[in-house]
């Protein structure tokens, strides 16, 4: 599916029509930004161009060379950099249809394995600390990884064999 407008052009629009018909000075629309989320988002992509310049990308593309062994790049990366960052480096050596549906499917149940793979899990994380909830990480991880290898494991299974 492709936009006729660019996502980013759309985005911008979207950001501008809703600081002008704010109805609170624009100061405190800036004090409601979450900055730390920002913080986090720049990070992954410092740590994608960061990983382009290192010997990991071309490894990777040498031994991601079918459907399995890219959903196993992609959940074992999503879930040490975040699906986010892992999409953006292993899509340099995806080509085949069926290694972007691996790779969109993998990367993004991949996310329910640790909180570190969907930032979704960490603003969750974060929102409850800040109101004094305990939400432990070994309770998300008990839960998501299994979910998160089974899932990722029947999508793999009928994106290739199926």
Do not use: K, Q, Y
């Not at 720049?42 to 990991?56: E, K, N, Y």
């Not at 340099?92 to 069926?98: D, L, M, R, W, Y």
């Amino acid at each position: 599916m492709s936009l006729p407008w660019p996502i980013t052009a759309v985005l911008v629009v979207a950001a501008f029509a809703l600081l002008f018909a704010r109805r609170e000075p624009g100061g405190e629309v800036l004090r409601d930004v979450d900055w730390t989320l920002l913080v986090l988002f720049v990070g992954m992509f410092v740590l994608v161009a960061g990983l382009r310049t290192t010997p990991i990308v071309p490894a990777l593309e040498a031994h991601v060379i079918d459907g399995l062994s890219l959903g196993a790049a992609a959940f074992a990366l999503s879930n040490l950099v975040s699906n986010v960052p892992a999409v953006l480096v292993l899509s340099a050596g995806v080509s085949t249809h069926e290694g972007w549906l691996v790779l969109s499917a993998v990367a993004t149940l991949a996310g329910n394995a640790t909180p570190v793979a969907f930032a979704a899990s960490l603003i969750v994380l974060e929102g409850a600390a800040r109101r004094g909830v305990d939400f432990p990480v070994r309770c998300l991880v008990a839960v998501g990884l299994p979910v998160s290898v089974v899932t990722s494991a029947l999508a793999v299974a009928l994106l290739v064999w199926v």
